[in-house]
Nanobody, 126 residues
Framework: QVQLVESGGGLVQAGGSLRLSCVASGRTFSNYAMGWFRQAPGKERDFVASISRSGGMTYYADSVKGRFTISRDNAKNTVYLQMNSLKPEDTDVYHC???????????????????WGQGTQVTVSS
């Protein structure tokens, strides 16, 4: 089992920045590729970004490319999502997810992940 706990969400004005964190516990963190997804009420959970086990490869949804940056610190069992130039349409609950054993990084569907966090709310006001 892997437990994931997100933090860092909040209310920010359009054009502002937030950094989300996701701390993992329970297994060797470096064995897992990590991803961030977001979900609005009543809608599907959408891919945002993913990062390989070592952190050497990253992959982004087109909607966030150039504005968001995913990174990880395996010594701290933590994955981050730096979000800049935020827009009202970025308002969602953001979830981190862990996938064991993947060699690639383009893990864009929810079914590819083994563990999920509870999420943190991000609200961007116009």
């Amino acid at each position: 089992q892997v437990q994931l706990v997100e933090s860092g969400g909040g209310l920010v004005q359009a054009g502002g920045s937030l950094r989300l964190s996701c701390v993992a516990s329970g297994r060797t963190f470096s064995n897992y590729a990590m991803g961030w997804f977001r979900q609005a009420p009543g809608k599907e959970r959408d891919f945002v970004a993913s990062i390989s086990r070592s952190g050497g490869m990253t992959y982004y949804a087109d909607s966030v490319k150039g504005r968001f940056t995913i990174s990880r610190d395996n010594a701290k069992n933590t994955v981050y999502l730096q979000m800049n130039s935020l827009k009202p349409e970025d308002t969602d609950v953001y979830h981190c997810a862990a996938q064991r054993g993947a060699l690639g990084v383009a893990l864009t569907t929810t079914t590819e992940y083994d563990y999920w966090g509870q999420g943190t709310q991000v609200t961007v006001s116009s």
